[in-house]
């Protein structure tokens, strides 16, 4: 298997030990960005396209160096610029329309669109985020993608009239996204299915689309897929016959109960454990996290665990997500340093021993 990891160690890593940290995607937008959002919706208002673009710019470039200030080595500029990860891809899709937002629970609404023809790539969704956050960061860019199966789930299909063919389709022009940002310079994708944990039946049809999504595109580029929440032994073992080189999981919201899912039989991706709960608004002790570590080297050695929050953050006060953050970058340098210095012995762990 080509090492897709080695190229996000920092020349000046202080540890022999490496543990790749990075974030899920989203993050707490500042409040200021809101407040331009509102007024950019705003037809009463002169709040323009580029008073729009300049503020979004400008939250990019914040949040990404807030990433490097918590100690990332691989950063997201926290999706600025997508309100929520279905309608934002759908909006830039042909072959999406809108016809009102539905309700989801409570008094929440999700603009859940329509796919009414088939759909076509038209122009790129993401190259300009990423090089706008590439151009502002001093550390590698991890570029989060909603999955062709969710945005396939996630909408009304008046087209189609197979979710699965609507989803490979999908994978096709998902496909010639990643391809474009790879000729900008990206080399570590992230597929975010949430999807797959309502309907871990399939699991096939994620795994076709994600043969479709990789078609192609070159080796040193690291794919990631997260899916979070769900019963993870409905979709284990079948997780690795998937063409991804890591697999993102939220355990910590459920104190690693199902940790022991992925020890039998052998865990063949890298593994990405969530070690802050994303839905808890409380930073963990650095301690904690450390503990919440050693769960994933349960299942895996050092050079192929990546450490993360369980999932987006941007529904925390902005200063506990960065605690979090902070706090996770902190635990995994001295997770490596104990490593490095025998006081953690992984294989012991691995094997139950410890």
């Not at 151009?135 to 009239?161: C, Q």
């Amino acid at each position: 298997m080509t090492d897709t990891r080695s190229q996000f160690q920092p020349d000046d890593h202080e540890n022999e030990h490496f543990l790749l940290t990075t974030v899920v995607g989203s993050y707490p937008k500042p409040t200021w960005l809101n407040r331009a959002s509102d007024l950019h919706a705003d037809h009463d208002h002169d709040f323009d396209d580029d008073d729009w673009a300049e503020a979004a710019d400008d939250a990019s470039r914040l949040i990404t160096h807030e990433h490097e200030r918590a100690g990332l080595d691989a950063v997201v500029d926290g999706e600025m610029r997508r309100e929520e990860m279905v309608e934002f891809f759908a909006e830039r899709i042909e072959g999406y329309e809108f016809n009102g937002p539905v309700k989801v629970w409570g008094h929440n609404y999700f603009d859940k669109p329509s796919v009414v023809e088939e759909l076509e790539y038209d122009e790129p969704w993401l190259v300009d985020e990423y090089e706008f956050t590439a151009g502002v960061a001093n550390r590698p860019v991890k570029v989060p993608i909603t999955g062709p199966y969710t945005l396939a789930s996630w909408s009304f299909d008046e087209a189609y009239g197979d979710e699965a063919e609507l989803a490979y389709d999908l994978a096709e022009l998902v496909n010639e996204e990643v391809t474009k940002l790879v000729e900008a310079g990206a080399r570590y994708i992230q597929i975010d299915e949430p999807a797959l944990a309502t309907t871990p039946d399939d699991h096939a049809v994620v795994g076709e689309c994600l043969e479709r999504i990789v078609a192609d595109i070159p080796e040193d580029v690291r794919v990631g897929l997260h899916v979070c929440y769900g019963d993870y032994s409905r979709i284990y073992p079948e997780v690795n016959d998937f063409p991804i080189d890591e697999f993102d999981v939220e355990l910590a919201n459920g104190d690693y109960e199902q940790i022991d899912v992925f020890t039998d039989p052998e865990f063949e991706p890298d593994l990405a454990l969530g070690v802050t709960d994303a839905h808890v608004a409380e930073v963990e002790s650095v301690e904690e996290i450390k503990e919440n570590i050693k769960q994933g080297l349960k299942v895996v050695p050092p050079e192929r665990l990546t450490v993360s929050p369980d999932c987006g953050l941007k529904l925390l006060p902005r200063e506990v997500a960065y605690g979090k953050t902070a706090n996770m970058v902190q635990a995994a340098r001295e997770i490596e340093a104990e490593l490095d210095a025998g006081e953690i012995d992984a294989e012991a762990l691995r094997s139950g021993e410890d």
